[in-house]
T-cell receptor
Framework: NAGVTQTPKFQVLKTGQSMTLQCAQD?????MYWYRQDPGMGLRLIYY???????DKGEVPNGYNVSRLNKREFSLRLESAAPSQTSVYFC????????????FGPGTRLTVT | AQRVTQPEKLLSVFKGAPVELKCNYS??????LFWYVQYSRQRLQLLLR??SRESIKGFTADLNKGETSFHLKKPFAQEEDSAMYYC?????????FGTGTKLQVIP
């Protein structure tokens, strides 16, 4: 099993450009999450999806949108990138049996200039 | 609202010295608490959870409800313990992470 995969690994955007970060998991998990990791701020939840067909805002949702395409895939979209969105983005998933044990992807390092 | 506080951004210890990474939480219900670790160039992974009362890689963590703490401890630090450590709390269908503590073990 690949676990949680993310694409791309690195991305540089100019202010105002848009892009979608892709995440997929092959563990048949119900819940999926998007976090951003910034120095001194730890991991902050952007959006999460408790099950297929549902999404909810986390701590820092502004400037982002998400799509739970199916049970496997959960994408994060930046419609108009801003320098404040420069960060490392992590996708995670968790199973129904143990909803609090999260499995993380390798991360996407995004720079917005 | 739930909150996790890790007061130290960086903790430097010598190899063989004891380690204690502090974590305090705020939560109105009965908490589910965890420690995650991120080694250099690796993804975050679960280290241990309080309900298991387990010891992983020599680390233990005890939940103290009176002090609302879940400190991570290891009696003798090893160089391979150098990593970023995150305390996390599960509640209200989501996990809240602390800001993390970077542990640096000096040879």
């Amino acid at each position: 099993n690949a676990g949680v995969t993310q694409t791309p690994k690195f991305q540089v955007l100019k202010t105002g450009q848009s892009m979608t970060l892709q995440c997929a998991q092959d563990m048949n998990h119900n819940s999926m999450y998007w976090y951003r990791q910034d120095p001194g701020m730890g991991l902050r939840l952007i959006y999460y999806s408790a099950s297929e067909g549902t999404t909810d805002k986390g701590e820092v949702p502004n400037g982002y949108n998400v799509s739970r395409l199916n049970k496997r895939e959960f994408s994060l979209r930046l419609e108009s990138a801003a320098p404040s969105q420069t960060s490392v983005y992590f996708c995670a998933s968790s199973g129904a049996g143990i909803p609090y044990e999260q499995y993380f992807g390798p991360g996407t390092r995004l720079t917005v200039t | 609202a739930q909150r996790v506080t890790q007061p130290e951004k960086l903790l430097s210890v010598f190899k063989g010295a004891p380690v204690e990474l502090k974590c305090n939480y705020s939560y109105s219900g009965s908490p589910e608490l965890f420690w995650y670790v991120q080694y250099s160039r690796q993804r975050l992974q679960l280290l241990l959870r309080h309900i298991s009362r387990e010891s992983i890689k020599g680390f233990t963590a005890d939940l103290n409800k009176g002090e609302t703490s879940f400190h991570l401890k290891k009696p003798f630090a090893q160089e391979e313990d150098s990593a970023m450590y995150y305390c996390a709390l599960y509640g209200y269908q989501k996990v809240t992470f602390g800001t993390g503590t970077k542990l640096q073990v000096i040879p």
